[in-house]
């Protein structure tokens, strides 16, 4: 009743189905804590909570000190008071993350990378709290490196690259670029690369004047021969076992 007559979820039955626990959960030690933070301390307007609610029931569960805690995180890292509201709202999973697990690697990350106002660039792109620097950050950096003349100052300039997936988008263009057109990519802007559709990207980047037919087709090309490569690595490996000069030779492919 208070979820739906006082906060003003109205698809209450979506919310528990993603989040069944909530069930179980005190109003008045739990799920009201919860929402005073949210108004009180994050300053949400009230008519955000259902939809913030809605789409991290899990924010529900958490304890209050441990969501103070990852908001006075990014305070910590210049991360201004007036902004905190609108990066929760658009992004409330960020709340549930923990900060010395996943949020403090990152930040590690940044600052290894010349970022020195991280207050900003964590503004400007809220979810690389959550990314994995093993997995997202790291390849994706030392990607750009081999593409971008000055990328340090580039990926400061426009921290949304880290947000673009590596090899279906970053890559891909960036392949088409110098592998098809034949042009000089290092001193072109990286957001002008990424920031299109893929028919603009053709058309305004790539020069084309097909409305995008060409890269959509080399797009399509790369993909199969991407399904393709798994299968070769299994045979490579099967070789190996009978011959230790093929072994050595897929090891190095790898």
């Known amino acids: 009743k208070y ?5 003003g979820v109205e698809d209450l039955g979506k919310l528990l189905s993603a989040y069944p626990p909530v069930l179980l959960f005190d109003t008045e030690s739990q799920i009201a ?10 300053e949400m307007d009230e008519d955000d909570i259902p939809r913030v609610l809605q789409s991290c029931p899990a924010l529900i569960g958490m304890n209050v000190e441990d969501l103070r805690g990852v908001a006075d995180f990014l305070r910590l890292l210049d991360v201004e008071d007036d902004s905190l509201g609108s990066i929760f709202r658009a992004f409330p999973s960020l709340l549930t993350l923990d900060i010395d697990e996943t949020m403090t690697p990152v930040i590690d990350f940044l600052r290894s990378i010349g970022v020195s106002n991280i207050g900003r660039f964590i503004t400007r792109l809220p979810p690389v ?12 950096w030392k990607y750009l490196k081999s593409v971008s003349q000055y990328y340090g100052f580039e990926v400061m300039r426009f921290p949304a690259y880290f947000s673009y997936p590596l090899e ?6 960036y392949e088409y670029l110098i592998s098809i057109k034949g042009l000089p990519v290092t001193l072109i802007p990286v957001d002008d690369v ?11 980047i790539a020069g084309d004047i097909d409305n995008g037919a060409s890269f959509m087709h080399f797009v399509s090309q ?5 399904k393709r490569r798994p ?17 050595n030779k897929t090891i190095d492919d790898i």
């Open 3 to 7: 979820l739906r007559n006082v906060v």
């Open 231 to 247: 299968s070769k690595k299994i045979r490579s490996s099967s070789t190996a076992k009978n011959n230790e000069r093929t072994q």
């Open 33 to 42: 804590p919860v929402v005073d933070f949210l108004v009180e301390e994050i």
């Open 129 to 140: 709290l959550g990314y994995s620097v093993e997995n997202e950050l790291e390849p994706k």
């Open 222 to 226: 790369r993909g199969k021969k991407s």
């Open 194 to 204: 990424l920031r299109f559709g893929d028919a603009d990207f053709a058309a305004k």
């Open 168 to 173: 279906r988008v970053i890559r891909t263009r």
